[in-house]
């Protein structure tokens, strides 16, 4: 199916977009406002995954348990997520990934999956999509600028999860990560989305000084 999203903030061709990826349940309306409170001079688009769940809401990913997305079912949603990207944004384009909860799991995949297509990856509330058929070797993520929140109660991820995530993204990725974590549930703390707006400008600091002339 053909994605669905909502484009937010800059018009200019060659901005960096940033995809805003939401959680298990959820769809693309509830996540773009965040682009609201996000540093201008940025294209934000925010897409709804192509799962349909009987419950309501979309999903990305079919699972085997909360955090745990099926490889096949991943895969497929890698490749659909590929050739929207290709199509929509193009290959010259800064690409940062932005997931909250299930979206964070997606958004891991795509850095696992094609770590050189990214200029960024932000990972909250989530895990990386462990077991699930990607490339999780040590220094997989080498170079790429990646910010990450945890809740310390959080009651939805599984902790083991977390912690695994926690320790792959702050020393064997080989990332070079901006890490919170802080006391609360399974929710984006307004300080946490404070730091990711001020991540957020540098990341655009960057991709503006690797497009200078040398």
């Known amino acids: ?25 959820s769809n693309e309306q509830e996540i773009v406002g965040l682009a609201d409170v996000l540093p201008n001079g940025c294209t934000y688009i ?5 799962l349909a769940l009987p419950q309501g809401g979309y999903a990305w ?10 490889a096949d079912s991943l895969r497929s949603t890698l490749d659909w997520f590929w050739t929207w990207a290709a199509d929509e944004v193009g290959a010259a384009r800064p690409l940062i990934a932005v997931g909250f909860s299930g979206g964070a799991a997606f958004a891991g995949a795509l850095a696992l999956d094609n770590p050189a297509r990214l200029a960024g990856l932000a ?3 989530g895990t990386m999509p462990w077991d699930a058929g990607l490339d999780e070797s040590v220094d997989r993520l ?12 959080d009651a939805v ?23 919170h974590r802080h006391a609360g549930g399974h929710a984006m703390d307004p300080a946490v989305v404070a730091s990711l707006a001020r991540w957020l400008v540098r990341q655009m600091q960057t ?8």
């Open 1 to 25: 199916m053909s994605p669905i999203a909502l484009w937010r903030g800059s018009a200019d061709p060659e901005a960096p977009v940033v995809v805003l990826l939401h959680g298990r349940g």
């Open 46 to 50: 925010a897409l709804r995954g192509p």
């Open 61 to 70: 990913f079919e699972n085997r348990g909360v955090g745990r997305p099926l």
């Open 123 to 125: 990972v909250l509330y």
């Open 142 to 153: 080498a170079g790429l600028e990646v910010f990450h929140a945890q809740a310390t109660d």
């Open 157 to 179: 991820i599984p902790r083991d999860l977390l912690e695994r995530t926690w320790r792959y993204l702050t020393a064997d990725a080989g990332a070079t990560a901006v890490t």
């Open 207 to 214: 991709a503006d000084r690797s497009g200078d002339p040398a």
